[in-house]
T-cell receptor
């Protein structure tokens, strides 16, 4: 089973709203990732969590705040977003962090629209 | 120079033909490469991974890696209309935790 789940599937929010995206995996993976993908572009890495600790932040604006409450869960808290933040937000996980042969498995994504 | 490069396409092949998708990379230290298929509006789905020089076959798919030429390819035999999608090549370049994606090649399989 290589399932990563994400909720919600779709989210519409105003620029003053606060919302959260949720990602879950039960494969025992110890690395989890957030990516942002704009239309017709490849996924862009935002954050990496290794063993529940933030290991990579790709200079993401502070209006995006990641959280890893436990080894199965990853959240992305959103606050004061801009319309240009509208995108598909993808969560991924892999078994062991930091190994250069690790396969990353993606969840179905959350389609975010900021009005 | 981008770390992982792909021709954006579209690559159009007739049904039943072989589709050949190519990718080059700049980091000579890169060890592993992945091909993901992404349908419009969906998330990337892993098709194949390859670590060693040479060919790796899985059903209708063959991945090829040539580390000397820094070149990765994906062959799809007996292409079907359902293969029409964007194919993303990705590799770990530099930081082992960071998977770098090419821009993707859009494949169209025509009837």
């Amino acid at each position: 089973d290589t399932e990563v789940t994400q909720t919600p599937k779709h989210l519409v929010m105003g620029m003053t709203n606060k919302k959260s995206l949720k990602c879950e995996q039960h494969m025992g993976h110890r690395a989890m990732y957030w990516y942002k993908q704009k239309a017709k572009k490849p996924p862009e890495l935002m954050f990496v969590y290794s063993y529940e600790k933030l290991s990579i932040n790709e200079s993401v604006p502070s209006r995006f705040s990641p959280e890893c409450p436990n080894s199965s869960l990853l959240n992305l808290h959103l606050h004061a977003l801009q319309p240009e933040d509208s995108a598909l937000y993808l969560c991924a996980s892999s078994q062991v962090p930091g190994r250069p042969r690790e396969t990353q498995y993606f969840g179905p994504g959350t389609r975010l629209l900021v009005l | 120079q981008k770390e992982v490069e792909q021709n954006s396409g579209p690559l159009s092949v007739p049904e039943g033909a072989i589709a050949s998708l190519n990718c080059t990379y700049s980091d000579r230290g890169s060890q592993s490469f992945f091909w993901y298929r992404q349908y419009s509006g969906k998330s990337p789905e892993l098709i194949m991974f390859i670590y060693s020089n040479g060919d790796k076959e899985d059903g209708r798919f063959t991945a090829q890696l040539n580390k000397a030429s820094q070149y990765v390819s994906l062959l799809i035999r007996d292409s079907q209309p359902s293969d029409s999608a964007t194919y993303l090549c990705a590799g770990y370049t530099g930081t082992a935790s960071k998977l770098t994606f090419g821009t993707g090649t859009r494949l169209q399989v025509t009837l």
